[in-house]
């Protein structure tokens, strides 16, 4: 296996990775945190789930601005895989994207 291709697969699975983090926190923020905090005055839960989903989008957004420095995404792919991060579950229909386009990638260095 050529050493790029490794590295686009490392790159896109810690992307894919990445994606469904930031999906899970913010699905768990927006639909378990916040209800709680707003329907029944316990704020602890957004306390808690705040600052996790806070590192999980800084480290989903700083992976996929390696892979489009990469050149494995283009402009608009970047912007709608970006865009997913705002709305809760779309976390997890970005990482069947990636895994989409990891398994898309040539499998010998010969096909590039």
């Known amino acids: 296996m050529d050493n790029e291709f ?19 926190t913010l699905a768990l923020l927006v639909c378990i945190a916040v209800p709680l905090r707003h329907l029944w ?25 390696q892979a489009a420095g990469a050149g494995l ?19 997890f229909f970005a990482s069947r994207h990636i895994q989409r386009r990891i398994e898309a990638l040539p499998r010998e260095s010969s096909a590039r």
Do not use: N
């Not at 490794?6 to 899970?24: P, Q, W, Y």
């Not at 995404?73 to 976390?91: D, I, K, N, Y």
């Open 73 to 91: 995404w283009q402009r608009r792919q970047t912007a709608l895989l970006a865009a997913s991060a705002f709305v809760p579950f779309a976390g």
């Open 6 to 24: 490794k590295l686009d697969i490392s790159l896109l699975s810690r992307l894919k990775l990445a994606s469904i983090i930031e999906a899970s």
């Open 41 to 65: 005055g316990w704020p602890t839960g957004v306390r808690a789930m705040g600052p996790v989903h806070g590192l999980a989008f800084l480290f989903y957004g700083w992976t996929l601005l």
